[in-house]
């Protein structure tokens, strides 16, 4: 009988938005054993994207249990784990039964864009009725948009959770029952998976973390509360919501599996996590995080600044209970690596995701083609849900190649969107971005983005920064190895292994004719599609 290794590591459950992966890091951040499984995407009408949140837990249990199994194969026992962070998809909307435990709909994903009624309607709110901000007091109109954003950090938009949750009442009888009955109970990806994994229905937590939160409209961002301007606006009791907890403490134990008694320690937001991964931590410090899809966020430290050009503010990270919160400006682009997958499973052009980086490199240009995806609207710095998917400037000339290199400079250009009005709100300049997630492991996407943006793109070696902030978190919550995610230099031995540099190496004046090319695609897709039916 072969004897297992004792050993200290850290477990993250990363709950992205089409698959899940339970990761095992020691203390330098090198990863000791993992486990990845996709689960299904539910696409039922136009614009929709829906989940089942059983599916979503069921994942969650394959992975912590196939990696625990991966860890004893490489000789160390799963005793070895000693506490878990979780991160995931954050404005995800989950409704389940208070009284059952069970999902009463199919969970709305972040990007679905089914709710642009249900933000007219609320703009009309705003406009008409307004925010009442103290009894009998309502701002209306435009100094109602800035009450909101002043409490909020966020727009009115398809992309946050509260209008999700919304709509569901106006088209789902059994959550509006619950919610009248005071039988629901609401929240986002992590909050869903934690009440499972601490004992559903019997035992389990009904909590959410800071960062989660703050993607709702539902949080003040000063107090961060639940606040009840907000609540009364948006017509949902605060019977349905979850307590507010930091990214990092102890909230509970796993109640079966593997893993089985192990803590559960921190708790944060998938872009949050990746910018606490890669070390993001001070005023300045900046991170572009490449998946389905992208999100630039940008470490503003204690201090709240608001955006006058399009961006969101919003909770950075909350390192325990009693600290103080760190916040961020952030630039969400709906569509990245999804464009990708897109010209692969649709269109066939690919016949795998990383070929896009070979065919793009075919040709040195896009012949004139630009590609502004906006398959479900526009995110930041526009907000546009009525923005149409455009591919312009196609001729006889036009390839795969010059499609597949139109996508990849996409993804650069609303970077460099962003970036602008980052520069504008924060009154300084970019001299580098650092960046994770799948799509930046192809060295051509790297290469337009840095010739694109006019700025050093630095790509670290291990670039599981999501997962890896979520570890952190929950390390520094029973400050095993020293770590305490509020003294960086605790954290100096992690994730060492070194970056790579992509440097611009793209002619300024036509650097400057493609962005003007670009933001004159972008006009012609903005407001496409106005007229939206019940």
Request: hydrophobic residues 40%.
């Amino acid at each position: 009988m072969v004897t297992l290794k004792q050993g200290e590591f850290v477990g993250s459950l990363d709950c992205g938005t089409t698959s899940t992966r339970f990761l095992i890091f020691d203390k330098y951040a090198n990863i000791v054993a993992e486990y990845q499984i996709e689960y299904p995407q539910y696409y039922p009408e136009p614009g929709w994207h829906e989940q089942d949140a059983d599916e979503i837990i069921e994942s969650c249990d394959t992975c912590i249990t196939e990696a625990c199994k991966a860890l004893e194969s490489a000789g160390w026992s799963k005793d070895s784990v000693k506490v878990i962070g979780i991160t995931n998809q954050r404005e995800t909307a989950v409704a389940w039964s208070r009284k059952t435990g069970k999902p009463l709909t199919r969970a709305i994903v972040w990007d679905d864009s089914r709710t642009k009624n249900s933000v007219v309607h609320f703009e009309h709110k705003l406009a008409t009725v307004g925010l009442e901000v103290k009894p009998g007091v309502f701002k209306k109109g435009e100094e109602g948009v800035q009450a909101l954003k002043e409490i909020t950090g966020l727009p009115i938009s398809t992309y946050f959770s509260a209008i999700k949750l919304h709509w569901m009442f106006d088209h789902r009888e059994d959550v509006k029952k619950a919610h009248d009955e005071d039988d629901l109970l609401f929240g986002t990806v992590e909050s869903w998976i934690v009440y499972r994994l601490t004992g559903g229905v019997k035992s389990g937590l009904h909590i959410t973390e800071v960062t989660n939160a703050s993607r709702t409209l539902l949080l003040n961002l000063h107090t961060l509360k639940w606040d009840s301007v907000l609540l009364n606006f948006f017509e949902i009791k605060p019977s349905v919501l979850p307590t507010i907890v930091s990214s990092s403490e102890v909230y509970g134990e796993l109640a079966y599996g593997m893993l089985k008694g192990v803590k559960i320690g921190g708790l944060i937001g998938d872009q949050q996590g990746a910018l606490v991964g890669n070390k993001c931590l001070k005023q300045g410090e900046a991170k572009c995080t490449y998946g389905t899809g992208a999100f630039l966020l940008f470490c503003t430290g204690e201090e709240i600044v608001k955006s006058s050009h399009g961006l969101l503010s919003t909770v950075a990270y909350q390192a325990g209970p009693n600290a103080k919160p760190s916040y961020a400006l952030e630039g969400s682009i709906a569509v990245a690596g999804s464009a990708i997958k897109w010209l692969r499973d649709t269109m066939n052009i690919l016949s795998s995701a990383a070929e896009v980086n070979s065919l793009a490199a075919k040709v040195p240009d896009t012949g004139g083609v630009y590609f502004v995806t906006a398959f479900s609207g526009l995110l930041a710095p526009y907000w546009d849900p009525g923005a149409a998917g455009l591919l312009i400037g196609l001729s006889s000339y036009t390839t795969p190649a010059h499609i597949a290199r139109a996508t990849l400079e996409a993804n650069a250009f609303q970077t460099r969107e962003i970036l602008e009005s980052m520069k504008l709100d924060s009154k300084s300049d970019l001299k580098h971005l650092k960046v994770d997630g799948g799509m930046t492991n192809g060295d051509m996407v790297m290469e337009i983005l840095a010739d694109i943006g006019g700025f050093t793109v630095i790509r670290p070696e291990m670039r599981e920064s999501t997962a890896l902030g979520s570890a952190l978190l929950a390390g520094s919550a029973i400050r095993i190895f020293g770590w305490d995610v509020n003294n960086p230099e605790t954290l100096a031995e992690v994730n060492t292994q070194g970056s790579r540099e992509f440097k611009p190496g793209m002619d300024e004046a036509l650097r400057e004719t493609n962005w003007q090319g670009w933001k004159r695609a972008v006009g012609r897709s903005l407001g496409w599609d106005e007229g939206v039916d019940e």
